[in-house]
Every structure is written in structure tokens, then in C-alpha cells.
């Protein structure tokens, strides 16, 4: 299931995340959670039939994913 985790309305895009069961660690930090579960964070464009584009890391939170970006 995906969650909406914030909106740029004047790029017209949201980031979204879902997630998963893994084994790993994130890929920023190295923490491990405790339920087990880490998240793939996306870009969804506004506009017809467009699909998510996925980042292929996985990251225990969103502080993770935007520095492991920035």
C-alpha cells in the first residue's frame, strides 16, 4: 500500500513510500527497525497514467532517504 508523505504543488509531484519486509539495513544510517519493515520511497507526477518512479534503496525513514539524496 502506498502513503503519500508530502506534496510539491508547484513541481506537481508527491513522494510516496511503501513497505516492505526485509532482512537488510537501511541504506543511509545502517539501523535496522524493530518491526522489521523498511521503506521504499517514490516520485508520483501529476498528470494521465503515470506510474511511480522507485528508488531502488530502501531506507528506515524519510530524514534517511532525503540525505542519502541531498
Not at 500500500?1 to 513541481?11: F, G, T, W
Not at 513497505?19 to 527497525?33: I, N
Amino acid at each position: 500500500m502506498e502513503v503519500i508523505i508530502s506534496r510539491d504543488p508547484v513541481a506537481r509531484v508527491e513522494l510516496i513510500r511503501m513497505a516492505t519486509d526485509s532482512e537488510k539495513s537501511c541504506e543511509f544510517c545502517g539501523q535496522k527497525r524493530k518491526t522489521g519493515k523498511l521503506f521504499n520511497y517514490g516520485i508520483l507526477q501529476d498528470g494521465l497514467r503515470t506510474r511511480p518512479q522507485w528508488d531502488n534503496h530502501l531506507f528506515c525513514s524519510v530524514t534517511c532517504y532525503r540525505h542519502y539524496h541531498s
